[in-house]
């Protein structure tokens, strides 16, 4: 065990006292690069989405995609305005789970909260084999080496958050900004060579496989419509900002909305007026550079780095709200608690952790092709986007603050606009893959209810309220302790109350030991412990790296130090849970705390069981 902390150190680095964690306030520029690099990077695959779908119809039904592009630029519009309201309305981020369980009920928070998180862990997915496949278009001698260039990018991903890498917009902002003016320079070449007389090759010859209809049209506007994915983390994302927070806020939307909105008009024109044909081992925007830069200028290979650094940071973005959702939902019952709990480094490591190995399986189940998962990936965007709508306008009819109409009306106009989508995509998807994620959410919304219920279940099993106060007589104490005991505190429940009652059956000295990483509620603990517990005194001991096992270790070493001679027991409280995959809801702390008393070589370790 001790190699693989060693290990850890090594690639995450020391731990980080809860003293240092603070959060960085950003200004609008930065706020850009950092909070909507997931949206402004989907510019590089959407358009070539499209295509994808209308190329089947053969080289003419291409010209279908600017109508469509234009189609969505409205739909982001108001998606961009309803968002707007939304960010108005909760000052502090409101993001869909917050927002539709307040207004909507509980199940429809959670199939948010459900949607986002298959949204988050496919958003990881498809930006980590869109930025290989920008890698490799420009070097197609990697392209033997996809899946295994996606998961080194993943696991350099993982290792930068668990190192506990801020969202430094200082640092986030060179990619970012260097992506947009990349794709600036080729719109405004590529334009200005077209309106100088620049005729580019001919369509090539392209078998018609489907004929053009309007399913056919609409399977092209579902896939395109992953244009609008990350539209929301700026709205999770409102205490980041510099005061005043919502103003700015709402005005970073916006330009968010006019960017992403050029970019991907200007490229699905180029696309069209280029003639460009998606091909395999090239991207879109690959074969517009080649064509606009030439093959092997600097422009070009710029173009193509700083898609591949906008895409992996895109993937970063998930990685900083995923585990923010899974510790409301941890906090709330319906994840487990582990995922609450913040690591060495100030990060939720498990919530990164657990989203990187999804990931990861995806990556290879999928060979990290982006068009393979592109079918999956709208479903739960335009989910949330709904429900978090549709919970706005309940929120305008309850508070009826100045200007609730029209912000219910404009709300009321998004939650139509993205349920209308939603069917489309559905409908157009669903034999593609769509079903999978349609299938899954009510599966993890399921999960949840069940880890709630067995935290609701444990916890009325464990609870002292019905226990009423006692008193005890104090033994006389013998000069030298015959038996000391120390008994190990987590929380004062039923476990804990039998495994002190077990101390001082066999000890004639006790001694009671609680460890406060930050989140003890001192005053109550200590009151109640006084009415069921007056004879043993209670030790708190302070946690600041927030890890329990060493100070209990170092305050039993220093309790066994002084009883020379003398064998102590180690009393440690446990429950046991009805199914032995309930026991994985909860901190194994037990075993790690038992392992650490064995290195230091404590002689008698007690565990005291209660049952469930």
């Not at 190699?3 to 006292?17: A, D």
């Not at 009510?442 to 464990?462: S, T």
């Amino acid at each position: 065990m001790s190699f693989f902390w060693q290990l850890k150190q090594v690639l995450v680095g020391k731990s980080l006292p809860t003293s240092a964690h603070a959060e960085e306030r950003l200004t609008n520029a930065a706020a850009l690069a950092v909070l909507s690099s997931d949206a402004l990077s989907s510019v590089a695959y959407a358009t070539e989405e499209i295509l994808l779908v209308l190329v089947a119809a053969g080289s003419l039904a291409l010209g279908w995609s600017i109508p469509i592009a234009i189609a969505i630029i409205l739909l982001l519009a108001i998606v961009i305005f309803s968002y707007r309201q939304t960010i108005r309305a909760y000052p502090k981020g409101g993001g869909s789970y917050i927002v539709a369980r307040e207004n909507l009920g509980l199940i429809p928070g959670l199939v948010a909260a459900a949607s986002l998180m298959i949204d988050y862990i496919l958003t990881v997915t498809v930006s980590v084999s869109a930025g290989t496949a920008a890698l490799t278009s420009a070097k197609p001698e990697l392209q033997p080496y996809t899946i295994e260039l996606c998961l080194v990018f993943t696991l350099l991903i993982m290792v930068a958050n668990l190192r506990g890498v801020r969202e430094s917009g200082q640092i986030f902002m060179i990619p970012t900004y260097g992506f947009i003016a990349g794709v600036f320079v080729l719109i405004g070449i590529g334009c200005y060579k077209i309106f100088t007389g620049y005729v580019p090759p001919i369509y090539p010859d392209v078998p018609i496989k489907e004929s053009l209809g309007l399913f056919f049209i609409l399977r092209a506007f579902a896939a395109g419509c992953t244009a609008l994915t990350g539209v929301e983390a700026i709205s999770d994302g409102v205490l980041a900002f510099k005061p005043p927070e919502w103003k700015n806020a709402r005005l970073t939307l916006l330009f968010l909305g006019e960017i992403l909105g050029i970019m991907f008009v200007g490229i699905t024109f180029l696309a069209n007026a280029y003639h460009i044909v998606p091909e395999a081992g090239q991207t879109v925007v690959s074969l517009l550079g080649r064509q606009i830069f030439g093959n092997n200028s600097w422009a070009y290979y710029f173009l193509q780095v700083a898609t591949l650094l906008i895409l992996l940071l895109a993937a970063n973005t998930s990685f900083a709200d995923f585990p923010r959702l899974c510790y409301f939902l941890a906090r709330d019952g319906f994840l487990p608690r582990q995922l609450a709990l913040l690591g060495d480094r100030l990060v939720y490591e498990n919530g990164i952790m657990v989203l990187s190995f999804c990931a990861a399986v995806l990556l290879v189940i999928f060979k990290g092709e982006v068009s393979a998962v592109i079918p999956l990936y709208a479903v739960g965007v335009f989910t949330s986007f709904t429900l978090s709508q549709a919970g706005m306008v309940r929120h305008w009819f309850k508070e009826k603050t100045a200007g609730w109409r029209a912000s219910a009306a404009m709300n009321g106009v998004g939650a139509i606009a993205t349920s209308v989508v939603l069917a489309v995509i559905i409908s157009t998807k669903f034999f593609l893959g769509a079903w999978l994620v349609i299938l899954a959410i009510p599966l993890v919304v399921g999960l949840f209810v069940a880890i709630r219920r067995h935290y609701k279940y444990v916890a009325q099993r464990l609870s002292i309220s019905e226990i009423p106060a006692r008193s005890f007589i104090p033994r006389p104490k013998s000069e030298v302790a015959n038996h000391p005991a120390v008994v190990v505190v987590g929380n004062l429940n039923r476990g804990t109350v039998e495994a002190l009652d077990y101390a001082r059956s066999i000890a004639d000295e006790i001694v009671a030991v609680h460890v406060d990483i930050g989140s003890t509620d001192r005053e109550k603990l200590q009151q109640r412990w006084q009415e069921l517990e007056p004879d043993i005194p209670l030790v708190i001991l302070d946690s600041p790296y927030r890890s329990v096992v060493s100070p209990i270790v170092d305050f039993i070493g220093k309790f066994e130090a002084q009883h020379p001679g003398v064998l102590s027991t180690i009393i440690i409280p446990a429950f046991v849970t009805r199914n032995w995959w309930e026991n994985l809801l909860h901190n194994q702390t037990t075993i790690f705390l038992k392992a650490a008393l064995r290195t230091k070589k404590s002689r008698v370790v007690t565990t005291v069981r209660y049952y469930l």
